[in-house]
């Protein structure tokens, strides 16, 4: 059996609304979300994707980049990657991208992925908390023609041009072997990410893309100028690299709203009203009759 040598990752991550703390004020009239009512986060579980890549890189050597389609502010999270350890970020941006349901992203990142080239494994949260569909990472390996490993929680060795991973299920785990290169999706038990390195974020701390140069100068007017904040910027390999739909070679009607099939048929508002209110002895059989009723009615099950 022979060592793999090093190993490059593309982790593709999300900014996401932090639907953890959604209120009135986060719905529109026509019952969609609106993201600017809620503070902006890095995906979790993609979170623990990139966790996986660095510790993956730390056994066996190789890079670890990291990709994002999303608006220019989706930037935020290119730099947190930065900071906790990637090697390399990239941001998909383009008027074009926007509207995307699961089959136009995972389009765009194929194409995306395909324009980095080199790597050996694809790693990608299991879902988003925005959507839930935990379709992307399995859409993205199809439309590359490479075998997936979904619900990854570790992986327990790579060798010989194979991975070996444990998925976990509801009901147990399961260990499977695949061929490299392969996209997995990883679950939030997997790891606990680390946080970002104070060392590295003082070194990147003026990470951007050119088009936060402005607000970047705003912040360190010494640099005087726009033109010379940017020279330096790029001296120290600083710049974030910012990719449209053109250079990625996307077809305008296989990404954004064009491309996507999905149409939402209906909203409904679920209001919960309190119609009935009953009292419980705290003993064990009025509570096994309450659990007995809630079974039979279909409440729970």
Known sequence: MTGPGPIDSVVLVKQVPDTHNVTSDAMTRDGTMNRNALPAIFNPEDLNALEMALQIRERHGGTVTVVTMGPPKAANILRDSLWRGADRVILLTDRRFAGADTLAT???????????????????????????????????????????????????????????????????????????????????SANTPRPPSARRRMAQKLAATPAEYPSLLAAWPEFGTQEALAAYVRERDLEIPVWSADDIGAEAAT????????????????????????????????????????VHEYIVG
């Open 106 to 188: 995972s389009i765009a990142l194929q194409k995306a992925v395909e324009k980095i080239g080199r790597y050996d494994l694809i790693l990608a949260g299991r879902q988003a908390i925005d959507g839930d569909t935990a379709q992307v990472g399995p859409q993205t390996a199809e439309k590359l023609g490479i075998p997936q490993v979904t619900y990854v929680e570790s992986v327990l060795e790579i060798a010989d041009g194979r991975i070996t991973a444990v998925r976990a299920l509801d009901h147990g785990t399961e260990v499977v072997r695949c061929t490299l290169p392969c996209l997995l999706t990883v679950v939030g």
């Open 255 to 294: 990404i954004g709203l064009a491309g996507s099939p999905t149409q939402v048929h209906k909203v409904n508002f679920v209001v919960l009203e309190s119609t009935e209110t009953r009292t419980v002895e705290p003993t064990p059989d009025a509570i096994a009759a309450m659990v007995s009723e809630l």
